[in-house]
């Protein structure tokens, strides 16, 4: 992965789960435009009214062809249109990042013979 797109979205927290329903139809739609879908996360405890999608490519350029088959996807633009239809993303925010060799997916270590 050379970056990732980090989506942050303040959602209506009355419509969480017409937010999930729209995070679950990107699994199918991102990874055949050509993003790696790493996740769509939802406010579980304390905020309620913030969420996180991330999404990585092998580079910048890799996002802009991504870009450009996601406005031409019928599947993408169905999920947008119902995004917007019942305005539960009232903000929408993009950082990108990269990640720092070595600390990706780090599993704890496990205590070994504790009973």
Known sequence: MGITCVIRYEIDPFQRDAFK???????????????????????????NDIAWGLIAFESLGAYETYRARLRSDPD????????????????????????????????????????
């Open 21 to 47: 329903e729209y995070a679950t139809h990107w699994a199918n739609i991102i990874p055949r435009c050509g993003g790696h879908l790493l996740g769509y996360f939802l406010p579980h405890e304390g905020t």
């Open 76 to 115: 993408g633009r169905r999920n947008f249109a119902m995004a917007h239809e019942r305005r539960l993303i009232l903000k929408e925010e993009r950082t990108f990042v990269e990640v720092v060799d070595g600390t990706l997916g780090v599993a704890p270590v496990s205590a070994g013979g504790a009973s």
